[in-house]
Nanobody, 120 residues
Framework: VQLQASGGGLVQAGGSLRLSCVAS????????MDWYRQAPGKQRELVAT???????NYADSVKGRFTISRDNAKNTVYLQMNSLKPEDTAVYYC???????????????WGQGTLVTVSS
């Protein structure tokens, strides 16, 4: 199982970006999917979570600006980021709880990260 994140880039403050993360491989079922971010010199932090049933939760710092969504048929999670601020600059990582077909046990998988840079 692999997670591939994409969609990062350079954007001016106030702009928007949409991140995508595709899970691929021998997947039986996907549960929670998350977006994390890590800014230079800071710890990785949870940005948003979406359950398999569509329940979402957000960090206070992004509420009202970011929207997480998913396409279960495509094993893909998205992060729509609007009204971006320089403090949103970070490497964004996706994470998913997945049961592969083999071995049949729940594991956490991480994507490789995609860099988002917001200029002032």
């Amino acid at each position: 199982v692999q997670l591939q994140a994409s969609g990062g880039g350079l954007v001016q403050a106030g702009g928007s970006l949409r991140l995508s993360c595709v899970a691929s491989g021998n997947i039986f079922r996907t549960y929670d999917m998350d977006w994390y971010r890590q800014a230079p010199g800071k710890q990785r932090e949870l940005v948003a979570t979406i359950t398999s049933g569509g329940y979402t939760n957000y960090a206070d710092s992004v509420k009202g600006r970011f929207t997480i969504s998913r396409d279960n048929a495509k094993n893909t999670v998205y992060l729509q980021m609007n009204s971006l601020k320089p403090e949103d600059t970070a490497v964004y990582y996706c994470k998913a709880q997945i049961i592969p077909r083999a071995p049949y046990r729940l594991n956490e998988y991480w994507g490789q990260g995609t860099l988002v840079t917001v200029s002032s």
